[in-house]
């Protein structure tokens, strides 16, 4: 559980990026009985394209029938479903329309929904307008057609995966972070990566690093199967009483290159609209911009015109790992006892727990390692959800900090004195969702930063 | 200051949400005034609202006939409320707002309801965030607004930051440099998106006196550095893009009533002022509910608070007297004309009771050279002159409008002139 700096272990796995995707690999092969190493350039997790999404779990209805994507999501789903009850994973169980607009969308309707069936969703059900609008009273009457996916949900994006690396943690495996792969050697027998925290001695290395999967695959193997080039999306979250405004998450007539805006609650009670789909080069600049953000709030209120007197909590960008290639990438090579988990573009949130399975099958996880865990540890998980219950209804709660989403001392100093501390602030809201809502941190900085003295690489504050 | 106790009643005559200065003020002239049990509910681990981290002058002149600086000026209005008899409870943070003036709150201790007769909302204003005003670029640390500057200045002693740009450049954003100086920290400009600054040229001086550039006419601000600010670029006046280096970004002014829990709460809210719509006597949708202080509109001077909640507060003796009046019926003002962004109070209840405001306060979102009339019906009943700008202070006297007591609604427009 600790972070020890040196290499004295030897570990079966060291798994490269503590995304959701790297994270929910760290908790399967655990579970599986390896020894795990995850090793995260970041000082933080959770801190490239798993940072912004859009906390949608998709049952993967829209996705290519056939395609490595749409199985990975469909047992990544299922999975979910059993071990949010296990973990205490909060969802809000909201399901989903998919709205046409216009007539040449309604035509799209029919071919959508049997491609989903064709993906194992059976429950989806057509609605007319009048349906639709006695559903989500706030929409525009514009609205044409849809139809529902009832078992479409909101999640915390963050929790999810922490819940994943801590299940890891508690179980024997060890994060490494601020411990960027730069160099590997492979002797036949097993892997010496070099890193910024030192050498790691791994017998086997899985390559999930996101945004800079094709990097490390040409860092290691010298060369790369793909390419990633970055999708940016950016979002406007709305202030929580717009949440009232919605009670599905409203998807568009997707197209070929992306799911399009979508208007949904998030699990922590607000709304949000986006994401827009931006190709680029950078792999860090996750900037939003005025005009594009204009352009969602217009959006959000042409689909919901009440949106329009709501005021906008936040705004901010994620940047998906888009490949040339649709489907994820994902390959075993044993010869060299290496995976690349490349790829993972949209639906890496609901699809991480049935990409670990793939990939532990691949690897024939079960019988390689000591074998299955008999009676895992559960971790302790904070569930920050708004529509259950949360730490400032509970007695001996040491008081509220951040007062918009009311997060209570004691919930902060959890996250600080957990096994998986924050380094930075913005683990911490990650963590606990302190200066996230309306105010931003007016009300509470000052607060937090004396709470967080002494903890972070960067202090929100420091002494003169 | 005062610590939290744990004996919050079950009832109370008047519960006051909120202990800034309106608040404070406000309970302690209740007490004056005889009534009951006063409780001040305040969600801070110290009661006294903005001023505890307002560490220059000038507070308290009218009030207490002296110079303070705002925590000096905060302590004292603790102080005289505790006197009075209003029992505060800190660390107590009201989360919904019931018909009839039942209160949900959460305390350190757990969850409880309060029930009294009648509440007010004191709430005060916050600026508005990044977020809000869709200023773009990266998200890295060291960007937030003055009040959060101040707390960490003041409060704690603390620089997040060395050599920060400040947005805006209204009185807010010049306390921002004051509040840096105090610290050491050397702010390197000031961008400002209206053509020239928004607090009164008067102020101008005192950026040269501090080395602090001004840009004005600057567009699509945005900011730049992953972890850390690293610099802040913008269009200015003539086009050309503009890229500062800088270590911090403060996102000053813009002040928005902290209505959190008005908007989610039944009363009917004003789109205008963002706070709650009242009449003259500070009264609610709901007779349960009152508000004053800056809660009513962005944003006036403490000094302006403090005697607004003294004012409130003998309206809501005079409410509590069981003294009859009559009531004729209501008007409601209206605005016609995009300039005027909010008038307080919304509405007027016309009848015999005694005090309430004697002026209406209103707020433009464009500068106006011309007149303002109030028209009921076809006819007009009252203009006046009106040259101003946004964020002023701008009074007009209330009683021409008691006048028009036939019609539902009096609509307030301007007339420019030339
Ligand atoms: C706008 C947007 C909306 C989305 N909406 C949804 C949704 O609603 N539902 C859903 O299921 N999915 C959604 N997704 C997709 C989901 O967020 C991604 O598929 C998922 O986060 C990918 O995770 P990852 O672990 O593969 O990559 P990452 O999160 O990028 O993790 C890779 C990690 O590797 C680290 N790393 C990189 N190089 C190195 C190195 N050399 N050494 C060590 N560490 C390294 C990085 O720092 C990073 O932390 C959305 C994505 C975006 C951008
Ligand atoms: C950054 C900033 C700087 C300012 N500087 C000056 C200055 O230099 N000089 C000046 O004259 N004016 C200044 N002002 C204006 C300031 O608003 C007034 O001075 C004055 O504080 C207003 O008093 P108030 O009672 O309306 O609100 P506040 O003093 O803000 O008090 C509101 C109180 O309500 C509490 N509260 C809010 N919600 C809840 C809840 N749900 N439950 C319980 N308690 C709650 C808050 O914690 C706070 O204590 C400044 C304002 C800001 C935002």
Known sequence: MAEPQTASRKFDVAIIGAGVVGCALARRLTLDGAQVVVLEKAPDVLDGASKGNSAILHTGFDAPPGSLEQACIARGYREYLDLSEELGLPILKTGALVLAWNDEQVAKLPSLMEKARKNGVEDVEELDRADILKREPHLSETVAGGFLVPGEYLIDPWTTAHAYLLQALENG????????????????????????????????????????????????????????????????????????????????VPTEKTKGIVVCRTIFGNLLVGPTAEDQESRTDASTDAEMLQGLRDRGIEMIPELEAQEVTTVYAGLRPATEYQDFQIQYREDQAYVTVGGIRSTGLSAALGIARHVSELMGAEARFSGPLEAPILPRVNALSNYHERDWERPDNGGIVCHCELVTRREIEAALDGPLPPATLAGLKRRTRVCMGRCQGFYCTGELAKITAGRFKTPIGDKK | MMRRDTDIPETCDVAVVGGGTSGLALAAELKRLGIGSVVVLEREQDAGGIPRHCGHYPFGVREYGRLLKGPEYARRNVEAAVKAGVAIHTQTTVTALHPDGELSLSTPAGVCTLKARRVVLCTGVRESSRAQRFVGGERPQGVMSTGALQSLVYLGGMRPFRNPVILGSELVSFSAIATCTHLGIRPVAMIEEESR????????????????????????????????????????????????????????????????????????????????????????????????????????????????????????????????????????????????????????????????????????SAPVQGRMSAKSGDREIWSARLHSRPVRRILFPLDPLRTASLEKTIELSVSRRG
């Open chain 1, 173 to 252: 495996a060890e994060v490494r972070r601020d411990a960027e792969v730069l160099s590997g050697n492979f002797d036949g027998a097993g892997w010496t990566l070099s890193t910024t925290a030192g050498p790691v001695e791994a017998g086997q290395v899985i390559n999930s690093a996101g945004l800079y999967g094709d990097i490390v695959d040409q860092r290691l193997l010298g060369q790369s199967s793909f390419k990633v080039t970055p999708r940016k999306g950016q979002f406007v979250v709305f202030d929580k009483t717009a949440a009232a405004l919605a009670s599905a998450i409203l998807l568009p």
């Open chain 2, 197 to 364: 600054i928004v607090a009164r040229p008067v102020f101008r001086p005192y950026l040269m006196m501090h080395q602090v550039r001004l840009f004005t006419g600057a567009r699509k601000t945005r900011i730049i550095g992953r972890d850390r600010v690293e610099a802040v670029e913008f269009e200015n006046a003539s086009g050309a893009l503009t890229h500062i280096e800088t270590d911090g970004v403060i996102i000053s002014g813009r002040f928005r009533p902290e209505s959190a829990l008005l908007r989610a709460s039944h009363l009917e809210l004003d789109r205008g002022s963002g706070g709650p719509a009242i009449d003259q006597f500070g009264q609610c949708s709901d007779p349960a509910y009152y508000s004053t202080g800056n809660l009513l509109r962005p944003a006036e001077t403490s000094s302006w608070c403090w005697h607004e909640g003294v004012e409130t507060a003998r309206n809501i003796a005079e409410d509590l007297s069981g003294s009859a009046w009559t009531v004729r019926g209501s008007v409601s003002l209206t605005i016609s004309d995009p300039a005027i962004r909010f008038v307080v109070p919304q509405r007027l209840t016309l009848t015999d009771r005694p005090g309430g405001m004697t002026q209406m306060q209103v707020g433009l």
